[in-house]
């Protein structure tokens, strides 16, 4: 069997361990160094990953593990999460209790994302997304001496489980109507196994485990708790990692296996696209906790995405990816900041933020440039995210005019975001009774970080081409329909 | 022995959707964590019972492949939840649903 293909998972294992082991020998004072250590090693796999390190196309396991052009495209993008985490989670290697076994368990959470982008069988993507979600419910427990921690550690347990055992169950009536988990063999008799019942009630199931993931309606009730609960760094990933996760298995299993049932169902995802776009964008306006916010926010971003997922075409999936690259950059630029804020003033409240401005001009800025790219306003990542994603539904609207409610909606979710996003920036730099204007030192990794993240997020918004371009390769090696736009240009 | 008769894919399938419903139902309508988490475990057993009927009745081993790993992953799952419930009643003496209100807007 082919081992290289998994070279950068079994590499993010070793590192794993490694660091797990390490903190056994090395003295407590040493542990800063750790994260310095696991951060380095994730920076060497992602430059290995992007550049000599990427393996030829092909697949291993027996056709369930597969390297393409998608699986790279992820792959990046999870190992740039896991280090901006890492880094991230430098600030609290003091105040952690467990800090090795934070980064381990971080990097853990890592290999399960990029055995998840590789996933070609319902077996694999069953054990990666479990591989993800356990890990996930250590992390967002981990300020054991917290109870909003440990609250919601329980809340995402109970409600991960649930949906997995939804997810077990349609993958069981899946095998039994097609009598094989593999993608590839799946897309081959997908005609006549869209006429079964038991296949479409097992896929129906199947979906709800993943809208879990993504935090789609109706499966997002964890959202708002979870990441208000759990230490900023986790929900980070939470944010980027994991979702991005549910993403690349949807777009394999949507894309991949199942394409032709998935435009037959377009109306189902535009409508939960449209449900939870609403749900997001409405609850967020009230919310005065920063990582709520957030929390819906991520909601209303999962939303805009099914648009794209609902679209089923070359160009609805390019925009799902770009988007998420863009996504990716900006929400880790903005935990990045209030990760530190957190654990300076010990609150998430938007008061805690007042006259960032002044206290640290490096995090007001990193924020802002977060807030405005999140809003969607040019020139930044988020905007043109957004442009591709509305510019893929418009080009249905000819056939379907549920496309033109969806993308109207998605309009009031855009202007609903400029308020309460805005609402954050307005108390850094116009705050009403700011008391405490003492200046907040920044320790070196959050501002590599925040650097870091800040040029993405500027690069992605002004130069998007080659990212669109990888994306684009991505999708159209999942066997997409092209859209009747598309057919009609290519036939001129 | 003729009169008995022979078990066939829809009665397994039976089974297993009581049992599935049976697990749901203790996760919705229960408050006590560790009674939930039962249900949950429940749940994933009905899966299993699906999967090696289905495996047996389309003579595909495949499907047997995927009980070990759902045991195997439930396993993990119920060792980290317990191990938080366990935490949780620690800090706060209880275990029921109702009583997790820290969190709100």
Redesign the interface.
């Known amino acids: 069997m082919n081992y290289s293909l998994l070279t950068v998972e079994i590499l993010a294992t070793l590192l794993g361990v490694g660091v797990l082991l390490a903190d056994l020998w090395l003295p407590a004072s040493a542990r800063k160094l750790l994260g310095y250590v696991a951060a380095t090693g994730v920076a060497i796999l992602l430059t290995y990953a992007l550049g000599s390190g990427a393996p030829a196309d092909g697949t291993a396991f027996g056709g369930m593990f597969v390297v393409d052009a998608m699986s790279n495209y992820f792959k990046g993008f999870f190992l740039l999460a896991t280090l901006v985490v890492l880094l991230m989670s430098i600030e609290s290697s003091e105040t952690l209790v467990g800090y090795a076994e934070y980064c381990a368990l971080t990097i853990f959470a890592a290999v399960g994302m990029l055995f998840a982008a590789s996933a070609n069988d319902f077996?694999l993507m069953?054990?990666a997304l479990?591989l993800i979600t356990?890990t996930f419910?250590?992390l967002v427990?981990f300020s054991?001496g917290r109870?909003?921690s440990?609250?919601?550690?329980?809340?995402y347990?109970?409600l991960g489980?649930?949906a997995?055992?939804?997810m077990?169950?349609g993958?069981?009536?899946i095998?039994?109507a097609a009598?094989?988990?593999n993608f590839y063999e799946i897309a081959a008799k997908q005609t006549e196994l869209a006429k079964s019942p038991i296949f479409l009630v097992g896929l129906l199931l199947t979906v709800v485990g993943l809208g879990f993931k993504i935090a789609a309606f109706p499966f997002q009730m964890w959202a708002?708790?979870v990441y208000?609960?759990a230490p900023a760094t986790t929900t980070a990933f939470l944010a980027t990692g994991s979702k991005a996760a549910g993403f690349a298995l949807l777009l394999r299993v949507a894309f991949g296996a199942v394409p032709d049932i998935t435009a037959h169902w377009s109306r189902l995802i535009l409508g939960l696209g449209i449900v939870t776009i609403l749900y997001g964008s409405l609850c967020a306006i009230?919310?005065?906790?920063v990582k709520?916010l957030m929390g819906y926010s991520s909601i209303a971003n999962a939303g805009y995405l099914l648009l794209g997922v609902a679209a089923a075409s070359l160009s609805g999936g390019t925009a799902v990816l770009s988007y998420l690259g863009g996504y990716i950059f900006t929400v880790l630029a903005g935990f990045a900041v209030i990760n530190v804020v957190v654990n300076r003033t010990e609150s998430d409240d938007v008061s805690a933020f007042a006259a960032l401005g002044q206290r640290s001009p490096l995090l007001a800025t990193g924020l802002t440039v977060a807030m405005v790219s999140l809003a969607g306003i040019p020139p930044l990542a988020g905007f043109f995210g957004k442009f591709l994603l509305l510019k893929a539904v418009a080009a249905h609207i000819g056939t379907d005019k549920m496309f033109l409610l969806a993308l109207l909606v998605a309009c009031v979710g855009v202007v609903l975001s400029i308020y309460y996003y805005f609402g954050v920036v307005r108390a850094m730099f116009w705050p009403r009774n700011a008391t405490d204007l003492t200046p907040i030192a920044v320790g070196g990794a959050t501002r590599l970080a925040v650097v870091l993240c800040v040029v993405g997020v500027f690069y992605l918004g002004i130069c998007p081409n080659a990212l669109v371009r990888t994306a684009k390769q991505a999708v159209a090696g999942l066997n997409v329909p092209p859209s009747a736009a598309e057919v009609h240009t290519a036939a001129k | 022995m003729s009169d008995m008769i022979q078990a066939g894919l829809q009665h397994y399938l039976i089974v297993s959707v009581l049992l599935f419903s049976l697990g749901l139902f203790g996760v919705l309508a229960r408050r006590n964590l560790i009674v939930i988490y039962m249900g949950l475990e429940l749940m994933l057993n009905a899966a299993n019972l699906a999967l090696v009927a289905f495996s047996h009745f389309n003579a595909n081993l495949n499907g047997q492949v995927m009980v070990f790993f759902i045991i195997t992953v439930a396993a993990a799952e119920v060792a980290v939840g317990l191990a938080l419930i366990v935490a949780l009643y620690r800090k706060r003496s209880t275990a029921h649903v109702e009583d997790l209100t820290s969190l709100k807007y």
Do not use: H, M, W
């Open positions: 077996i069953f054990v479990e356990v419910y250590i427990s054991r109870l909003g440990l609250e919601a550690g329980v809340k347990l109970i489980a649930l997995s055992g939804f077990v169950f993958i069981a009536f095998f039994g009598n094989t988990t708002p708790d208000q609960g009230p919310q005065r906790s709520r």
